[in-house]
């Protein structure tokens, strides 16, 4: 199994930028495709985007262009570089690998 821990959320405005990551335990962090999902208060949890192992990515409409997800393998961390953020951005974002799941981190954009 799996751990993963997400850092990176927080207060940001209109149009600014985040960098999220995942660190996940274990030495088969390489072999594993990896997602970002995120979910909004009042509403289901959504995919972001997700990166095979290796490195193919795909991206949910609404965020491409402006997110990019990318993986360290020597640092068993997956990341989301989130720009031009928009107040619909914000929900906890939440990392997935191995069919876990990490605690979520907060973003909140404001307009």
Same mark, same amino acid.
């Given at each position: 199994? %799996?751990?993963?821990? #997400?850092? +990176? !959320? +927080?207060? %940001?405005?209109?149009?600014?930028?985040?960098?999220?990551?995942? $660190? $996940?335990? !274990?030495?088969?962090?390489? &072999?594993?495709?990896? !997602? &970002?999902?995120?979910? $909004?208060?009042?509403?289901?949890? #959504?995919? %972001?985007?997700?990166? =095979?192992?290796?490195?193919? =990515?795909?991206?949910?409409? @609404?965020?491409?262009?402006?997110?990019?997800?990318?993986?360290?393998? !020597?640092?068993? =961390?997956?990341?989301?570089?989130?720009?031009?953020?928009?107040? #619909?951005? =914000?929900?906890?974002?939440?990392?997935?690998?191995?069919? @876990? &799941?990490?605690?979520?981190?907060?973003?909140?954009?404001?307009?």
């Amino acid at each position: 199994q %799996v751990q993963l821990v #997400e850092s +990176g !959320g +927080g207060l %940001v405005q209109f149009g600014g930028s985040l960098r999220l990551s995942c $660190a $996940a335990s !274990g030495d088969i962090f390489k &072999w594993l495709p990896m !997602g &970002w999902y995120r979910q $909004a208060p009042g509403k289901q949890r #959504e995919l %972001v985007a997700t990166i =095979t192992s290796t490195g193919r =990515t795909n991206y949910a409409d @609404s965020v491409k262009g402006r997110f990019t997800i990318s993986r360290d393998n !020597g640092k068993n =961390t997956v990341y989301l570089q989130m720009n031009s953020l928009k107040p #619909e951005d =914000t929900a906890v974002y939440y990392c997935n690998g191995a069919d @876990s &799941w990490g605690q979520g981190t907060q973003v909140t954009v404001s307009s």
